[in-house]
């Protein structure tokens, strides 16, 4: 009976796969389409050969003659004409145009200023296969400046493939709903009942495996607050959640904690632990400090409770290439 369900599931699966396929397709030719209209607009325009009527003109004939298609009225047109003008140039973004959705390439278009930033929300929408939601959801919290400045540099890496680049130095855990005072324990069931908004944030190659995760030393029980397992590492990493200021104390229970998961529950084939301490605030100083002679991979992170402001953030950049340029000059004189 085993052994026929799971020809059952493997059918199942050609099944889901083929329709997931058949939509990627339809997607790419859509996409394609979009972009040889909007460079057709594009081309005519530039030429001169027609007036300021044009486009207009074109959105009542087509809805003339194809009343059933629709987005191609004139604001959809003027979006095509500003999607191929945006990537024409960019050899490294044109290749990415047809593997998102066309909503999500308007949400990124009306959202970033920058080639980088687009191009790394389209890395993310293609990894981690965004809906509209959880996209402008990153977008609204500053996904892209938070990496940078997690990274310490301004020049963003596509796809995280280092530890450090897989988290930032800053989550925005506006979706939890605490109010201004609540304990370490109110706020762990917080994220634990929004579970799925947690993992947007901290990133979809997370799988959660439990809260309050039972680990024993000697005689004694001891319990990690959350333990997940990241696919893109290969390794367990243990969450643990403070409502204060990092404090250096906490380093050496996570030490402790992450010991204890490799002597024990990591797999033979899975790569040393990895802590994340995500406190309410942190002293760079202290942290540098407490992690100078400290060799387990570990994470100091702070928590928003609320949106932080993009200008905010963009400043924060700012800064950082201002001490960049003056560092560089210091090295050149």
Same mark, same amino acid.
């Given at each position: 009976?085993?052994?026929?369900?799971?020809?059952?599931?493997?059918?199942?699966? &050609?099944?889901?796969?083929?329709?997931?396929?058949?939509?990627?397709?339809?997607?790419?030719?859509?996409?394609? &389409?979009?972009?040889?209209?909007?460079?057709?607009?594009?081309?005519?325009?530039?030429?001169?050969?027609?007036?300021?009527?044009?486009?207009?003109? =074109?959105?009542?004939? +087509?809805?003339?003659?194809?009343?059933?298609?629709?987005?191609?009225?004139?604001?959809?047109?003027?979006?095509?004409?500003?999607?191929?003008?945006?990537?024409?140039?960019?050899?490294?973004?044109? %290749?990415?145009?047809?593997?998102?959705?066309?909503?999500?390439?308007?949400?990124?278009? !009306?959202?970033?200023?920058?080639?980088?930033?687009?191009?790394?929300?389209?890395?993310?929408?293609?990894?981690?296969?965004?809906?509209?939601?959880? /996209?402008?959801?990153?977008?609204?919290?500053?996904?892209?400046?938070?990496?940078?400045?997690?990274?310490?540099?301004?020049?963003?890496?596509? *796809?995280? !493939?280092?530890?450090?680049?897989?988290? =930032?130095?800053?989550?925005?855990?506006?979706?939890?709903?605490?109010?201004? $005072?609540?304990?370490?324990?109110?706020?762990?069931?917080?994220?634990?009942?929004? /579970?799925?908004?947690?993992? &947007?944030? +901290?990133?979809?190659?997370?799988?959660?495996?439990?809260?309050?995760?039972?680990?024993?030393?000697?005689?004694?029980?001891?319990?990690?607050?959350?333990?997940?397992?990241?696919?893109?590492?290969?390794?367990?990493?243990?969450?643990?959640?403070?409502?204060? @200021?990092? $404090?250096?104390?906490?380093?050496? $229970?996570?030490?402790?904690?992450?010991?204890?998961?490799?002597?024990?529950?990591?797999?033979?084939?899975?790569?040393?632990?990895?802590?994340?301490?995500?406190? @309410?605030?942190?002293?760079?100083?202290?942290?540098?400090?407490?992690?100078?002679?400290?060799?387990? %991979?570990?994470?100091?992170?702070?928590? !928003?409770?609320?949106? *932080?402001?993009?200008?905010? /953030?963009? =400043?924060?950049?700012?800064?950082? @290439?201002?001490?960049?340029?003056?560092?560089? &000059?210091?090295?050149?004189?």
């Amino acid at each position: 009976m085993n052994e026929m369900k799971n020809d059952f599931i493997a059918i199942v699966n &050609l099944i889901q796969q083929s329709r997931e396929n058949a939509l990627r397709k339809v997607n790419e030719e859509l996409i394609l &389409l979009y972009w040889n209209v909007g460079k057709y607009i594009s081309e005519q325009l530039e030429s001169q050969k027609w007036g300021s009527s044009y486009v207009d003109e =074109l959105a009542s004939f +087509i809805s003339n003659s194809c009343p059933e298609v629709k987005g191609f009225n004139r604001r959809g047109l003027y979006r095509m004409k500003q999607f191929y003008e945006t990537y024409k140039n960019n050899e490294f973004v044109s %290749p990415l145009v047809t593997q998102i959705s066309w909503t999500n390439h308007l949400l990124i278009l !009306s959202g970033t200023k920058t080639d980088e930033e687009r191009a790394f929300y389209m890395h993310l929408c293609i990894r981690e296969r965004y809906s509209k939601r959880e /996209l402008q959801r990153q977008l609204d919290s500053g996904y892209f400046e938070r990496y940078l400045l997690s990274a310490g540099k301004l020049e963003p890496v596509p *796809i995280p !493939s280092t530890i450090s680049n897989n988290f =930032l130095d800053t989550y925005v855990l506006e979706f939890l709903g605490l109010s201004d $005072k609540f304990s370490e324990f109110e706020f762990k069931k917080a994220i634990i009942a929004n /579970l799925k908004d947690f993992i &947007l944030e +901290i990133g979809k190659d997370f799988t959660f495996v439990g809260e309050e995760y039972r680990v024993m030393v000697g005689n004694s029980d001891y319990y990690i607050d959350l333990l997940f397992y990241h696919r893109g590492l290969g390794c367990l990493v243990a969450f643990e959640l403070k409502i204060g @200021a990092f $404090k250096p104390e906490h380093l050496g $229970k996570m030490n402790f904690y992450l010991e204890a998961l490799d002597r024990e529950h990591k797999r033979y084939n899975e790569n040393p632990s990895v802590g994340v301490i995500l406190c @309410a605030s942190k002293d760079d100083e202290v942290v540098e400090f407490a992690l100078s002679r400290s060799m387990s %991979p570990t994470m100091i992170s702070e928590y !928003s409770l609320k949106l *932080i402001d993009k200008n905010l /953030l963009r =400043l924060k950049l700012h800064e950082l @290439a201002e001490m960049a340029d003056f560092n560089q &000059l210091e090295d050149e004189g």
